[in-house]
């Protein structure tokens, strides 16, 4: 399978708790971008990486979530004392990093909800 | 303020017929819009997309048609069939620099009766 991979899929965690979600995008693709999905809402952007330079963060984007690509490769996603509203799916995208206008291409997306 | 909005939550379309989804959009400075088809408990699957320098593009059963003066898109998709049956999402991207995120509208779940 050569599409975007995520895991976990599914995370069930404590209030408080510290989580960390991993991303691997498409072979080649050099643009990696993080996604919050909640009920009844479309996907809203988080932060993006062209290669291992993060180049933007959202505002939703609290000083309670990091993200990281190291090597320009995989990205992950860390929460650090989540609470119950962190509950989402959170998405990941890559595309090739070449133009502008490209196509993002998703992941499964992973899971999270806090209790 | 959402900037990307589809209207309608839902959609019911019976098989063999057009559905028509739609999409508007605030912000003028968005240029290049895509629709996603999601399942549940998955992610996004890229379906098509345009460029604010055309007014349609299609793909198979797909067609996107865009008007700027109105700032609206639709997604048709003739003949529709049950497979079709997911929530679509229309986003947007904005125009110039290195602002590279999508803006999602809210989704319109369609259902394909046989």
């Known amino acids: 399978d050569t599409g975007v991979s995520q895991d976990p899929r599914h995370k069930i965690t404590k209030r408080g708790q510290n989580v960390t979600f991993r991303c691997d995008p498409i072979s080649e693709h050099n643009r990696l971008y993080w996604y919050r999905q909640t009920l009844g809402q479309g996907p809203e952007f988080l932060t993006y990486f062209q290669n291992e330079a993060q180049l933007e963060k959202s505002r939703l984007l609290s000083d309670r979530f990091s993200a990281e690509r190291p090597k320009g490769s995989f990205s992950t996603l860390e929460i650090q004392r989540t609470e119950q509203g962190d509950s989402a799916m959170y998405l990941c995208a890559s595309s090739l990093g070449l133009i502008r206008q490209e196509t993002q291409y998703f992941g499964p997306g992973t899971r999270l909800l806090v209790l | ?114």
């Open chain 2, 1 to 114: 303020d959402q900037q990307v909005k589809q209207n309608s939550p839902s959609l019911s379309v019976q098989e063999g017929r057009i559905s028509i989804l739609n999409c508007d959009y605030t912000n003028s400075m968005f240029d290049y819009f895509l629709w996603y088809k999601k399942y549940p408990a998955e992610g996004p699957t890229f379906l098509i997309s345009i460029s604010s320098i055309k007014d349609k593009n299609e793909d198979g059963r797909f067609t996107v048609f865009l008007n700027k003066s109105a700032k609206h898109l639709s997604l048709h998709i003739v003949p529709s069939q049950p497979g079709d049956s997911a929530v679509y999402f229309c986003a947007a991207s904005l125009s110039g620099g290195s602002n590279y995120k999508l803006t999602f509208g809210k989704g319109t779940l369609l259902t394909v009766n046989p």
